[in-house]
């Protein structure tokens, strides 16, 4: 089990951060590789994400569920799928929430997750896993950051 605690710290308020985390469209166009397929009757949503881990690209499918809490401004997400060479399989389950940050003013989020891989890829992938969450999570924060700065403008 792989467990993900990080905080992305942005410059717009609370609610402005909260409405785009809470499109899910929005928080796809934020993470490098990934895509947002159609609604499902229960409300998930199909996804992909190519992730790199050094020299090897591995493409994921999986069924995205979100459960958003707008009073609270948190969520829960969980996912479940297998990458496309049928080499590994994957659960997620994620929290976050959105924090008012006085100095300077803007944005907190904690974000908590555990990972389940298992298959002949989970070992490679268990291994280079922190790295490769560091390097997304930093890519997600510039990019909402970048998302965010124009929601402000405009």
């Known amino acids: 089990m792989i467990e993900v605690n990080e905080q992305i710290e942005v410059a717009s308020d609370p609610q402005t951060v909260w409405n785009l985390l809470s499109d899910p469209r929005a928080v796809v166009e934020c993470l490098e590789g990934a895509q947002l397929g159609d609604q499902q009757e229960d409300g998930s949503y199909d996804a992909s994400i190519t992730v790199k881990f050094g020299p090897a690209k591995v493409a994921f499918r999986a069924n995205v569920a979100l459960e958003l809490d707008p009073a609270g401004r948190k969520g829960n997400v969980t996912s479940r799928g297998r ?35 298992s298959g002949k890829l989970a070992s490679i992938i268990e291994t280079g896993a922190s790295m490769v969450v560091k390097r997304m999570t930093k890519d997600f924060s510039e990019q909402l950051a970048n998302r965010l700065a124009g929601a402000d403008a405009g």
């Open 83 to 117: 990458d496309k060479q049928g080499g590994a399989r994957f659960q997620t389950k994620m929290s976050f929430r959105v924090e008012d940050r006085v100095d300077p003013p803007g944005s907190r989020i904690p974000i908590e997750a555990q990972v389940e891989i």
